[in-house]
């Protein structure tokens, strides 16, 4: 079965400065997608960024970009000049390739911007 | 225009009662998905349903029923509600019949659950 682990349960950063969001999984599948979600205090989850298992490129989106180390089963977020509006749950997930497949997430890193 | 519309938006409940969580997607998604986020935030799928069949269920009791009338709506009707049930759940949907497609779940705002 596939697992995805979040190591860090909270991190903090200063505003306007770089954080990085750690998220390990484990597959033994060759195609799959990874994603961050992020889910503010209004409980909506909302899609960061995604990465395609096949693309060597690393996905990016504005001053969010990942780390996808596909070797290492490695998939970090990081995000730039942070905002006081980037302050969320942060959710790592892993699902397999094609067809109606089932998210799975990671336990979630409680991200604070400090002003 | 919103995509994923769930309600109620919080219910509160008592021990024993049968209660319905309703959602709606207007993506044109032909998957649709039930997650319980339990109290320590941690997400995972219970329900999925392709084109109103039956895809996932994952060991969830059978006192949760889903029930897809269309490809657009995905309920969840609880019986005999019980303490552990309290959490908020999410419905979601996605679009999985182009293989290239981009397949990202869309999700809705989510149903606070509580039982007293």
């Known amino acids: 079965a596939q697992t995805v682990t979040q190591s860090q349960p909270e991190m903090s950063v200063q505003e306007a400065e770089t954080v990085t969001l750690s998220c390990t999984y484990d597959?033994?599948?060759?195609?799959?997608?990874l994603f961050w979600y992020k889910q503010p205090p209004s409980r909506q989850m909302i899609l960061v960024i995604r990465?395609?298992?096949?693309?060597?490129q690393n996905a990016t989106e504005n001053r969010f970009s990942v780390n996808f180390q596909k070797a290492a089963k490695s998939f970090s977020l990081k995000i730039s000049d942070s905002q006081l509006g980037d302050a969320a749950m942060y959710f790592c997930?892993?699902?397999?390739?094609?067809?109606?497949?089932?998210?799975?997430f990671g336990q979630g890193t409680r991200l604070t911007i400090n002003p | 225009d919103t995509a994923v519309s769930q309600t109620p938006k919080y219910l509160v409940t008592q021990m024993g009662n049968d209660k319905s969580i309703k959602c709606e997607q207007n993506?044109?998604?032909?998957?649709m998905y039930w997650y319980k986020q339990d109290s320590k935030k941690f997400l995972k799928i219970m329900f999925s349903?392709?084109?109103?069949?039956?895809?996932i269920n994952e060991t969830v009791p059978n006192r949760f029923s889903p029930k897809s009338p269309d490809k657009a709506h995905l309920n969840l009707h609880i019986n005999s509600l019980e303490l552990g049930d309290s959490a908020v759940y999410f419905c979601?949907?996605?679009?999985?019949?182009?293989?290239?497609?981009?397949?990202?779940?869309?999700f809705g705002q989510g149903t606070r659950l509580t039982v007293v």
């Open positions: 979601a949907s996605s679009h999985d019949r182009d293989p290239f497609s981009n397949t990202e779940a869309f």
């Open positions: 597959t033994s599948e060759s195609d799959y997608y």
């Open positions: 990465q395609e298992a096949y693309k060597q």
């Open positions: 997930a892993y699902r397999r390739g094609r067809g109606a497949q089932k998210l799975v």
């Open positions: 993506l044109g998604h032909d998957t």
């Open positions: 349903y392709n084109n109103k069949e039956l895809i």
